[in-house]
């Protein structure tokens, strides 16, 4: 099959919702749309989606249900939702930061603000898509902590019992925390892109196995409905291309 890096990245933003049951997607950006679109078609077919304002819909875009603001709140509050949410900076432990670029009283850059990430990350799995792997967003240190990564969970553990990120998706590859320190470890690569690619593309040590897998290939139904059922007009190549 002649696969898209694109179409690995779907995969990949997909696998996050594997077998998920009966719980919100909540995709932020049009690859991880397509990817919980396709898992709710496949191998999560209890998955909920929305419409981002008060719908619930299928993946063809009808109306399923009504999502009214309070009753969406209550599933975040109460774990019922697995996001997968952008960076702007995210550093070796998962602190992500959307805020500010440099320090928050005199930043370089504003950019969105904190929004809900820290309730985010704190009551319901958080995931996160990344389209331009470089140093500039995975970096030793966030100049601001808005969703919480593993280290300053540790610092305060009451807060640990809903805390999970489970992966962080990028052009290059797929990452995770399955280590000791809960620091990001490299978890299987986008075909065509090296270790060598990764380290020198992040701004942090991260762990390496031995052994790095593949990120895997989408079955001929997998690509059939990425290309001709959910993304027939290639929107998906907007965040990556080929």
Not at 50 to 56: H, I, N, R, V, Y
Not at 205 to 215: A, F, G
Not at 223 to 234: G, M, T
């Amino acid at each position: 099959m002649d696969v898209r890096r694109s179409e690995y990245c779907v995969i990949a933003c997909a696998e996050a919702w594997r077998e998920a049951g009966e719980i919100l997607a909540s995709p932020m950006g049009l690859i991880p749309s397509v990817g919980a679109r396709l898992a709710r078609l496949t191998f999560a077919p209890d998955l909920l989606l929305t419409d981002g304002e008060a719908m619930l819909v299928r993946p063809d875009g009808t109306t399923e249900g009504w999502l009214p603001y309070r009753q969406h709140l209550a599933l975040v509050s109460g774990g019922r939702r697995h996001v997968m949410m952008g960076a702007s900076q995210i550093d070796r432990y998962g602190n992500q930061n959307i805020s500010c670029v440099g320090d928050w009283a005199r930043p370089k850059r504003q950019l969105l603000g904190v929004r809900g990430a820290p309730i985010n990350t704190l009551n319901n799995p958080t995931s996160y898509w990344i389209p331009r792997h470089s140093r500039r967003v995975f970096v030793e240190k966030v100049d601001m902590v808005c969703g919480v990564g593993y280290d300053r969970v540790a610092e305060h553990p009451g807060t640990a019992r809903f805390h999970r990120i489970p992966r962080v998706v990028s052009d290059l590859g797929v990452f995770d925390f399955a280590t000791p320190d809960r620091s990001m470890r490299l978890a299987s690569l986008h075909p065509g892109v090296s270790v060598e690619q990764v380290r020198e593309a992040t701004g942090f040590e991260l762990t390496v196995p031995d052994e790095v897998p593949s990120t895997r290939e989408p079955t001929p139904d997998e690509l059939r409905l990425i290309r001709e059922v959910i993304d027939p007009a290639d929107t998906r190549l907007r965040e990556v291309s080929s």
